[in-house]
């Protein structure tokens, strides 16, 4: 198949719905030849923060010096963003190759009267095949949605897994309690694996407990307080992170820690309690947004573990690489005067901190915001927790099928009395949002990510 062949068969995929289970996608690694057992993988789950984490850690373990691959969804600006190797976007003729190979897998199945994968666990297997086949240094796979039924965790043994914020979200899928979706998504601990959590709310966190203990596995608290001497300017933040607080793991001699000065390791016998100022790192974040400090430090404690395994980690390359990584739709700056930024905050946890980023980086300026939803968020809470009185909102309606119509988003809006007008499409809203934008202003289009693309386009004409 060429790209416009493999696109379209892509779409065809969409038919077969969204199916939680390991059945299928275990049968369609089968016939290619399970080579997700043969790669280096970081497993990532969590409800926000997977592609800020995963982009972190792409960028420092590339300027490591490893090959490394990545596949997260959804895509926000083009499809081939779900694929990347050393940071960049696969091409699309190697991506319509790797669907090739995965459609006569497909074939085969039905043939033999197995049901079709889903569109999910086809390009799962697409990311598996593309890293086995480029030989990665290490690879790290984005959980889709929940984590243990989800198709990403058919991986037997990581090299470490990563739970990111837990928050309600998807409850139509995975329960209606943060306990409910924190046992779902903790599924993806495995037996003997290193797990990184940051610090969760204590429903969420007893479930991730629960699950190391039940698979044997070390499980390592990545704390809000390992960052210290907080700065930031215009939101982008700045920490000393210190690696001796960063350990937390019960066994703590013979720990082999990232490395001061011109050191690559240090090696202690008795445990790390020695030499504890020296291990103090400035930290400066590219990416935007209070909540990346959080990202930050859980990104810092799986590289401590990935550092046994992967030696070319050092305090150099991490510094560099976390003060240049690039993420789509995270508190993006588009363009200035006036600053426009994109983010995809689509939930209460996400909303929450995004306001805490405006609060504590932009509270000086007046904001003048672009909102689309899908309508199974909960969009009243979220409209309670960012709005200010005064503050002016367009509304959009996302090109999705489960989006909120914008006119009933200007009505909830106006219901809590902030002043809102409700546009027929995303051209319109940016052009509105602009002409509406006063000299020191800031415009901030949010709400969802599935529109973030058509946002980009219509400020770029």
């Not at 989800?150 to 998807?170: E, F, Q, Y």
């Not at 899908?374 to 489960?402: C, S, W």
Request: glycine share 6%; hydrophobic share 40%; with cysteine.
């Amino acid at each position: 198949m060429n790209y416009i062949e493999a696109m379209e068969f892509l779409e065809e995929t969409k038919k077969y719905g969204s199916q939680l289970g390991l059945t299928s996608i275990q049968n369609l690694m089968e016939e290619l030849g399970n080579v997700q057992d043969e790669i280096p993988l970081v497993h990532i789950g969590g409800t926000n923060g997977k592609g800020s984490v995963g982009a972190m850690l792409s960028q420092v373990l590339t300027e490591s010096g490893y090959k490394v691959g990545r596949f997260c969804t959804p895509d926000v600006f083009v499809y081939e963003d779900e694929f990347q190797m050393k940071g960049v976007n696969i091409e699309k003729d190697r991506l319509a190759q790797l669907f090739t190979k995965v459609k006569k897998a497909c074939d085969k199945l039905t043939s033999q009267g197995k049901p079709h994968p889903t569109r999910f666990e086809v390009e799962t297997a697409a990311a598996f095949l593309w890293f086995y086949e480029e030989k990665c240094d290490i690879a790290l796979l984005e959980v889709g949605m929940g984590g243990e039924t989800d198709a990403t965790n058919l991986i037997k043994h990581p090299l470490v897994s990563v739970l990111t914020s837990i928050s309600m979200d998807h409850i139509r899928f995975l329960g209606n309690s943060l306990g409910e979706l924190a046992t779902v998504k903790s599924g993806i601990i495995k037996p003997q694996v290193p797990v990184v959590t940051i610090e969760q709310k204590p429903d969420a966190f007893i479930q991730i407990e629960k699950k190391a203990k039940e698979m044997h596995a070390e499980l390592v608290v990545a704390k809000a307080d390992q960052a210290q001497q907080i700065t930031q300017k215009n939101g982008r933040y700045a920490f000393t992170w210190n690696a001796f607080d960063a350990v937390q793991n019960e066994k703590a001699n013979e720990k082999e820690i990232i490395g001061c000065s011109d050191e690559l390791l240090q090696k202690t016998e008795e445990g790390i309690a020695e030499n504890k100022t020296s291990q103090e790192m400035q930290i400066n974040l590219s990416l935007c947004g209070a909540f990346q400090v959080e990202n930050a430090v859980c990104v810092l404690n799986v590289l401590q573990i990935l550092q046994k395994n992967y030696p070319k980690i050092t305090r150099e390359s991490i510094q560099h690489g976390l003060a240049h990584t690039t993420w789509h739709g995270r508190m993006e700056q588009l363009g200035a005067e006036p600053d426009f930024y994109l983010d995809g905050a689509h939930n209460e946890d996400a909303v929450r901190k995004l306001r805490k980023t405006l609060n504590e980086g932009f509270s000086d300026r007046r904001i003048v915001y672009i909102m689309g939803v899908l309508a199974d968020k909960d969009y009243e809470k979220m409209i309670r927790m960012m709005f200010r009185p005064g503050d002016h909102v367009y509304t959009v309606t996302p090109q999705n099928p489960r989006a909120l119509d914008g006119k009933e988003l200007e009505k909830q809006l106006l219901a809590q009395k902030i002043a809102a007008r409700y546009c027929e499409n995303v051209q319109d809203a940016v052009l509105y949002a602009l002409r509406d934008a006063q000299k020191g202003d800031m415009i901030l289009a949010f709400g969802s990510l599935s529109y973030l693309r058509n946002v980009r386009e219509a400020y770029e004409l």
